[in-house]
C-alpha cells in the first residue's frame, strides 16, 4: 500500500501529519503537485512534479494508484476515480469517500458548480481549523491501523 496526495492545494498542516504517519508506519507517501514541493528527508517520502495544466495532478494519481493505496484528496472526481480503481479515497477534513457516499459528493459538487456558473456567490469551504486537522488525523490513523492488521 502507498499514500498518493494530490498535494497542489493539501495543506501544509495535513502534509505534516502525513509526513510523521509515513515514518511510524513505515509507508510509501508519494506527494503529486504541478510545482516543487519541499519534503523532508525520508526514505518514505517523495515529492513528484508533474507539468502544469488542468487535472495533470490528478491524471497521474488515477494512472498509478492501485487497489487498497489511499489517495489525499479534496478533489471529488478525483476521489470518484480513485474509488472505481478500488483504492480509497480520504479528504483533509477527515472524510473518508466511500463507494456508498462518493456519487452523492459528485452531485452536490455538479449543482454548486451549476449554482456558480449562473453567478451565484457560494462561497468557498470554512477554513480548515483544529477539530478538522484532528478529524484527519483519526480517520487516517485508523485507516492504516485497519489495513496494517489486514496485511498480517
Keep these: ?3 498518493w496526495v494530490d498535494a497542489d492545494a493539501c495543506p501544509k498542516v495535513i502534509k505534516d501529519i502525513l509526513f510523521r504517519a509515513a515514518e ?21 517520502i517523495r515529492a513528484l512534479q508533474v507539468p502544469a495544466g488542468f487535472d495533470v495532478a490528478d491524471n497521474h494519481i488515477v494512472e498509478q494508484v492501485q487497489a487498497g493505496d489511499l489517495v ?5 472526481p478525483l476521489a470518484a476515480a480513485v474509488i472505481a480503481r ?3 479515497a480520504l479528504n483533509p477534513r477527515g472524510e473518508l469517500y466511500t463507494t456508498e457516499n462518493i456519487r452523492e459528493r459528485l452531485n452536490l459538487r455538479n ?6 456558473s449562473t453567478g451565484v456567490n457560494t462561497g468557498g469551504p470554512p477554513a480548515l481549523g483544529l477539530g478538522d486537522r484532528q478529524a484527519f488525523a483519526n480517520q487516517l490513523d485508523r485507516f492504516l491501523h485497519q489495513h496494517i492488521r489486514a496485511q498480517e
Excluded at 72 to 76: G, P, R
Design 1 to 3: 500500500m502507498q499514500i
Design 24 to 44: 511510524r508506519h513505515r509507508i510509501a507517501l508519494i506527494l503529486v503537485a504541478n510545482q516543487p514541493l519541499a519534503t523532508p528527508p525520508s526514505r518514505y
Design 72 to 76: 489525499i484528496t479534496a478533489d471529488i
Design 86 to 88: 478500488a483504492a480509497h
Design 111 to 116: 449543482f454548486m458548480d451549476q449554482l456558480r
